[in-house]
């Protein structure tokens, strides 16, 4: 079956501070990537997405590489600030008859000014 | 505005009542599902729906009831809840014939049952 595993939170950084949160992934096939954000007290908002290997997802100022050879889509942003405190999931989906996310559970960032 | 819209935004119930949340879409998607989101657990897919033939059910207890009328609209009818069952629900929709199919939240009903 599909699973995600995401970093365990919760990360705290300084404003300015660079961020990875790392994803892997276990898939047949070849999924779809994504990373969601949500914010306090909101639903879950698309950051970024990725369809193919080498692909690159990119979205304010935040990136994801989608590497096919390490299962692995990391979010990465070089300069965090404090309006970027949120939890992050990590999703995938694989094709089929009724195209399903199957989510990380999730990373707590907290961003300090 | 995500174009998912979810009512209430927040309800508290005793456990005998009997209430409904109600999701909205004006994206024009074909699929509708319903989460689960509890503190500190992983999102839990509870329902899916497919152009308003249901296509998922994960073992979810029968004091949940779902409805799909028509693509726009999603229900979920909530009866005899347990306390355990205070979270937020997360209503979704995406289009099954775009290639990635990616879903798209509303801001969530945060239940809370006495």
Known sequence: ?113 | ETGVTQTPRHLVMGMTNKKSLKCEQHLGHNAMYWYKQSAKKPLELMFVYSLEERVENNSVPSRFSPECPNSSHLFLHLHTLQPEDSALYLCASSSQDRETGELFFGEGSRLTVL
């Open chain 1, 1 to 113: 079956g599909n699973s995600v595993t995401q970093m365990e939170g919760p990360v705290t950084l300084s404003e300015e501070a660079f961020l990875t949160i790392n994803c892997t992934y276990t898939a047949t096939g070849y999924p779809s990537l994504f990373w969601y954000v949500q914010y306090p007290g909101e639903g879950l908002q698309l950051l970024l997405k990725a369809t193919k290997a080498d692909d690159k997802g990119s979205n304010k100022g935040f990136e994801a590489t989608y590497r096919k050879e390490t299962t692995s889509f990391h979010l990465e942003k070089g300069s965090v600030q404090v309006s970027d405190s949120a939890v992050y999931f990590c999703a995938l989906i694989n094709s089929g008859s009724a195209r399903q996310l199957t989510f990380g559970s999730g990373t707590q960032l907290t961003v300090l000014p």
